[in-house]
């Protein structure tokens, strides 16, 4: 089917301008001023902004862990990110140790193949890497287009590997051309000191952040860097929060290296105050934690100054029943908080209306970068005749307010309650097919597909 969209403002990451859109079939064909070509379907997109359609390149959706299931499925989890804009959605993988990359491949797509409503694809985290896991880095990246892999710093006992074993998956990693993401905290640190305030009683959600200071945020991303530097390796830091990470970043460039870094939605808006809520504190327990007014102006600042490219959501969530699994200690928690379908709309709202970021600096960070730095670019993340037609229709001047009352997350509480929001997702298109008009979904799971991605350029 052939769509039009007519006299909207195109923004891109690096172009503003207004023109018509033509898409036949599952990519854009034409971009011009006064198309004068026939469509099945035209769009008046006249006052509004059209930007590529969102990637969110972390989330975890009905992933097991800490003992239950994060509580969006593929079909759920994708309907709630294209609400809210975001057409793609990267999720991770998680090895089990002792078995091997294939299994967890297996497994992780008889969970999400044919429930996709949005595109979507897989980091690998890599839990146990040896002799076996070595041999099939290759397979992944030339195979499987799965081209990124995760590994935990933190987590100890369950998902976290040594710098033994980061080293050599490095080099296997870039040799077939590659990334390594990383949740870099210091695990061994933070094992002690979650024990250390069990030991004395001290189990309210206070005490997960009170657990997880920034040096141990600030160490682990120096270590990775480091290791990255040595190796040569392209490195991404996933949900990165706080000034001493950024600092340790900033501090590889002095030294000509390049680390990529994501920071999420949430620790641009949300501070560690909230742990002071007694057990409501728990909606946002996530590692790592929130964090202190000083890192949310250094993280704004980082997108501006080029050191932060990606704002992703880490979208985890569990219900509150769920999260009453650690209502006697924090430790027992499940970590995460739902914000798939909010992103977007909160960048815009508190980066774009509120003079923080540029527009073109808002598409680059949730939808160019992702799709560059994960080896998308340009079928995915940008406005251009070739690319899929993913596109959003967004109203800069709609006002409304977040509420689980409204919201399609799988979650019965929402991180964002009451919050106002500037400008709204109106129209969202992906590959072709409108998918989100009038604030209704009106393509069925089992559309989104599987994106096979490429080797990486570690260079953006
Ligand atoms: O709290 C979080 N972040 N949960 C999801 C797992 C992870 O560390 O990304
Ligand atoms: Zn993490
Ligand atoms: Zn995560």
């Not at 690998?124 to 896991?133: G, I, K, L, W, Y």
């Not at 001493?244 to 994501?262: C, D, H, I, P």
């Amino acid at each position: 089917m052939s769509l039009l969209i007519k006299n909207g403002r195109i923004i891109t990451a690096d172009a503003d301008f207004t023109a018509d859109l033509f898409v036949d079939g599952e990519t854009i064909q034409a971009v011009g001023r006064n198309l004068n070509i026939k469509a099945a379907r035209e769009i008046d997109a006249s006052g509004k902004l059209v930007f590529p359609g969102g990637i969110d390149p972390h989330v975890h959706l009905d992933m097991p862990f800490m003992g239950t299931f994060s509580s969006d499925n593929y079909e759920t989890g994708t309907r709630a990110a294209l609400f809210g804009g975001t057409t793609m959605v990267i999720d991770f993988i998680l090895q089990k140790q002792g078995n091997s990359l294939q299994s967890a491949l297996d497994e992780w797509r008889s969970r999400s193949d044919n429930n996709c409503v949005g595109d979507y694809s897989f980091h690998m985290a890599v839990t146990d890497f040896n002799d076996n896991t070595r041999t099939e880095i290759k397979k992944m990246i030339e195979q499987e287009g799965i081209t990124s892999f995760k590994t935990f710093m933190a987590y100890k006992g369950a998902l976290m590997i040594d710098d033994r074993q980061m080293i050599g998956l490095m080099e296997e990693v870039k040799q077939h051309g590659g990334l390594i993401n990383v949740h870099a905290t210091n695990g061994d640190m933070i094992d002690y000191l979650v024990a250390k305030h069990r030991a004395e009683k001290k189990l309210s959600p206070l005490y997960h952040y009170l657990s997880q200071p920034e040096i141990t945020e600030a160490e682990a991303s120096e270590r990775f860097a480091d290791m990255t530097y040595y190796t040569g390796c392209p490195g991404y830091i996933v949900h990165l929060t706080c000034e001493g990470a950024l600092n340790a970043v900033r501090n590889a460039t002095r030294r000509n290296q390049k680390v990529f870094v994501e920071t999420c939605i949430q620790y641009l808006l949300l501070d560690a105050s909230l742990y002071e809520k007694d057990f409501e504190g728990a909606k946002w327990v996530m590692s790592p934690p929130l964090r202190e007014p000083k890192d949310q102006a250094t993280l704004w600042a980082g997108i501006n100054q080029g050191l932060v490219q990606v704002v992703a959501t880490d979208h985890c969530p569990f219900k509150w029943e769920q999260k009453l699994m650690g209502k006697d200690d924090f430790s027992k928690i499940p970590n995460g908080h739902p914000a798939i379908e909010n992103r977007m709309e909160l960048l815009y709202s508190e980066g774009v209306h509120k003079g923080k970021i540029s527009l073109n600096k808002y598409v680059e960070v949730a939808c160019t970068n992702p799709a560059k730095i994960f080896g998308m670019f340009p079928r995915k993340g940008t406005i251009a005749p070739g690319s899929d037609a993913d596109l959003v229709i967004f109203d800069p001047n709609e006002q409304h307010t977040l509420s689980a009352a409204t919201h399609h997350m799988n979650v019965d509480y929402s991180a964002y309650e009451g919050w106002p929001v500037t400008g709204k997702v109106k129209t969202v298109v992906l590959r072709g097919q409108v998918a989100i008009d009038n604030g209704k979904c009106l393509i069925e799971k089992g559309y989104g597909k599987f994106i096979k991605r490429n080797k990486v350029a570690g260079k953006i």
